[in-house]
């Protein structure tokens, strides 16, 4: 008979245990856990065989300072199967800040700082906050940091470009998440119009989504641009229905000038110019002007590749650089070395002690 009465009283210590396994939090911290509105995109499987009632606490605290924020649902009914708040919940929740930096800013700017945080998610039965049984509790810990700047780098921002179905660069969105895309639109300008209104108002000639990779060769179904308009462009990094980044909007011109004049020093930028885009297509050469203050030598330079890192890149040409302005070369066309559309980085060793690096994408040269 003690058997019996020490087997329920185990059974019914355990069901608290038993039910909160019935809820699992699915919650992507590298991407909800950047704002406050984000915590409240987190979703909830149950396996709970009817509708329940449940309030919702979501604990995060950062390793530095302890806790940030406390936020405290009105009730809502959890389904059977898979759940996402319903719309609004934030306006009614009750909302805690703790007493720190971090917690200043997400109350003052509505995202997280840099920093190491823990997000709990607890639910709870009942119409009000720990009146009913635990139904569901999960944690997740990350590091988190914020996303670099969303760079446009090709065609550049004012430019004037003579291709009319010119190709679309940017840099990739870092710290990088898994499932990120990018989204790209391309309008013309009118006279007299700014670029933001152009974005906003004007029909897009592209409007393209679901970019795995950061660049966009000309949709070979659009008509060519025209010589003589201005168009503006922006990028924008998203994951499922979350935007991520938006990029800056650039514009440039088509102005074409005469193909059939020899290559001039004006084709070559500066390679201080250039290492501020962060990013460069070498249609099989390389080409850039740097000064040299000091005497004649050879340049010291390297290239690695940012694809395959294990793969060294041999056989570069010898390089003299002047006393002077030069216009430098680097003929890569020919290196069995080099992989058509990998990504390397190219690296040079001034006389002046100073260090320039360049990234860029590699393709072979289209005669």
């Known amino acids: 008979m003690r058997k019996i009465f020490f087997g329920i009283c185990i059974f019914f210590l355990c069901l608290p245990m038993l039910g909160a396994a019935q809820v699992t939090t699915v919650f992507l911290p590298e991407i909800q856990g950047r704002t406050l509105d984000g915590l409240l995109q987190a979703k909830f499987s149950s396996s709970l065989n009817s509708r329940q009632r449940v309030v919702l606490t979501i604990t995060v605290t950062a ?3 302890g806790k940030v924020v406390v936020v405290k649902t009105s009730p809502f009914d959890l389904q059977p199967g898979v759940n996402s708040l319903p719309g609004g919940m934030l306006n009614g929740a009750s909302v805690q800040f703790g007493n720190n930096k971090i917690a200043t800013i997400l ?27 635990p139904v569901g509790q999960q944690c997740f810990d990350y590091a988190l940091k914020p996303f670099s700047p969303l760079m446009l ?5 004012e430019d004037k470009i003579c291709d009319k179905r010119p190709n679309f660069f940017w ?11 990018y989204r790209i639109i391309l309008t013309k300008v009118n006279t007299g119009q700014r670029k933001a209104d152009a974005l906003r108002y004007n029909v897009p000639l592209i409007n393209q989504s679901f970019i795995n990779t950061p660049m966009m060769y000309f949709p070979p179904a659009i008509p060519e641009l025209v010589e003589g308009e201005k168009y503006a462009w922006q990028v924008t990094a998203y994951r499922g229905d979350m935007l991520l980044q938006s ?21 070559f930028r500066d390679i201080d110019d250039l290492a501020k885009g962060n990013f460069y297509l070498a249609n099989g050469y390389i080409r850039f002007a740097v000064r040299n203050v000091y005497t004649n030598v050879k340049l010291r330079y390297d290239i690695q590749c940012l694809t395959a890192p294990d793969k060294k890149v041999k056989y570069l040409p010898v390089i003299a650089l002047q006393q002077g302005n030069n216009h430098i070369e680097i003929d890569l066309s020919e290196n069995r070395s080099m992989q058509d559309g990998a990504y ?24």
Not at 254 to 265: G, I, M, R, W, Y
Request: glycine share 6%; proline share 7%; hydrophobic share 35%.
């Open 344 to 367: 390397y980085i190219l690296t040079l060793h001034l006389p002046d002690g100073t260090t320039k690096q360049l990234r860029f994408l590699f393709k072979k040269e289209v005669n």
């Open 171 to 181: 840099q990739p969105l870092l710290p990088a998440i898994p499932g990120v895309q």
């Open 107 to 133: 109350r003052q700017a509505g995202f997280f700082s840099e920093a190491d945080y823990e997000y709990c998610f607890e639910l709870t039965s009942g119409e009000s906050h720990g009146s009913g049984m």
């Open 247 to 267: 990029s800056e909007m650039w514009v440039f011109t088509v102005q074409c000038k005469d193909s059939s004049k020899a290559l001039t020093p004006e084709s």
């Open 153 to 157: 780098t090709s065609p550049m921002d």
């Open 63 to 65: 390793a530095s300072v």
